[in-house]
């Protein structure tokens, strides 16, 4: 079972900041909070990931709780692109479990 | 340029007639694994692979083998493929190691498989 929690979907304007929200209230110690997202039927696309503090990169910026036990994703300037499938997975090693993520849908 | 590649991208077969779908990285990932994924049930692993002759079932390994004779294929083989097989499946690899949990997995393209 995904050990997290997101809304099925979400819409965004384009050119506004897309911030989608993950619940992971039983994440351990070492368990790392990863995103992903899968456009159309593409193979997933890594986008970040953290264990304690927040973290930002080319794609978008990751705000992890001090209790660690939500994060949210911020894509700062959402294009028509960035419309995709986004998972929130909580990792261990090489055991990732995959849910059904959110629906990011970017109108114009 | 990293990546994996999988093959074919696409195939449709026939209950029974046995099919092979390879999965190739270049980046001497020693962890390999598939997945299928089906509509409202996200995706999910079959099998996964540590290193070189290391196999390991996934959440929904029947009806699939795999192999690793090599570091970088990890083929999956449906010996006799049934209907509710129909999926989209993809191959991934990542480095193993003590930092695992913080080395990115890598997806192939995905191959859309239809049984008939």
């Known amino acids: 079972d995904a050990k997290t929690t997101q809304p099925t979907s979400m819409d965004c304007a384009e050119g506004r900041a897309a911030n989608l929200p993950c619940n992971h209230s039983t994440i351990s110690g070492n368990e790392y909070v990863y995103w992903y997202r899968q456009i159309h039927s593409q193979g997933p696309q890594y986008i970040i990931h953290?264990?304690?503090n927040n973290e930002t990169n080319e794609m978008a910026s990751l705000i992890i709780t001090e209790d660690r036990k939500s994060s949210t994703l911020i894509l700062p300037h959402a294009t028509l692109r960035d419309t995709a499938v986004y998972y929130c997975?909580?990792?261990?090693?090489?055991?990732?479990?995959f849910g059904a993520g959110t629906r990011l849908t970017v109108k114009p | 340029e990293a990546q994996v590649t999988q093959n074919p991208r696409y195939l449709i077969t026939v209950t029974g007639k046995k099919l092979t779908v390879t999965c190739s990285q270049n980046m001497n990932h020693e962890y390999m694994s598939w997945y299928r994924q089906d509509p409202g049930l996200g995706l999910r692993q079959i099998y996964y692979s540590m290193n070189v002759e290391v196999t390991d079932k996934g959440d929904v390994p029947e009806g699939y083998k795999v192999s690793r004779k090599e570091k970088r294929n990890f083929p999956l083989i449906l010996e006799s493929p049934s209907p509710n097989q129909t999926s989209l499946y993809f191959c991934?690899?990542?480095?193993?190691?003590?930092?695992?949990?913080?080395?990115?997995?890598?997806f192939g393209p995905g191959t859309r498989l239809t049984v008939l």
């Open positions: 953290g264990l304690k």
């Open positions: 997975i909580v990792r261990f090693f090489n055991d990732m479990r």
């Open positions: 991934a690899s990542s480095s193993l190691a003590v930092r695992a949990n913080t080395d990115t997995q890598y």
